[in-house]
């Protein structure tokens, strides 16, 4: 897969906003806790503004996600473990199920 910068840039701010989003916290406050203006946030959210590494490294502790998230869309087994244990639990039929609908979401 050979992305562009700007493509790149929209996908890591798209995940950015979606994690944030996801904890109900506000730009404001994501920008108090890695030391960044909101217009910075903003700015990367957007896809318009590319992210300094350690910037990136301080936006993954204060959303509680892996860089390998934030980059590529790869969920960390720390993100998956309470999904795992819902899983752990259900029967063969149950999981073949969930099994089918996955490979339906992945196709889209």
């Keep these: 897969m050979n992305l562009s910068k700007d493509d790149l840039l929209f996908e890591l701010g798209n ?5 944030r989003r996801e904890l109900n916290m506000t730009q ?3 920008a108090e806790a890695v030391n960044l203006s909101i217009q ?9 503004k590319a992210v300094r ?9 204060a959303l ?3 860089a390998d998230y934030l980059l590529f869309g790869k969920r960390c ?3 998956l473990d309470p999904i795992n244990q819902m899983l752990s639990v259900l029967s063969n039929d ?7 609908m996955i490979k339906r ?4």
């Excluded at 995940?15 to 994690?19: C, L, P």
Aim: proline content about 2%; aromatic content about 2%.
């Design 64 to 66: 509680d996600v892996s």
């Design 28 to 30: 404001k406050e994501l």
């Design 94 to 100: 149950d999981l073949e199920l969930i099994k089918t």
């Design 40 to 48: 910075s946030i903003s700015g990367i959210e957007l896809g318009k």
């Design 15 to 19: 995940r950015i906003y979606e994690r």
């Design 105 to 108: 979401l992945n196709t889209r």
């Design 77 to 79: 087994e720390k993100q």
């Design 53 to 61: 590494p350690e910037n990136l490294v301080n936006i993954c502790c």
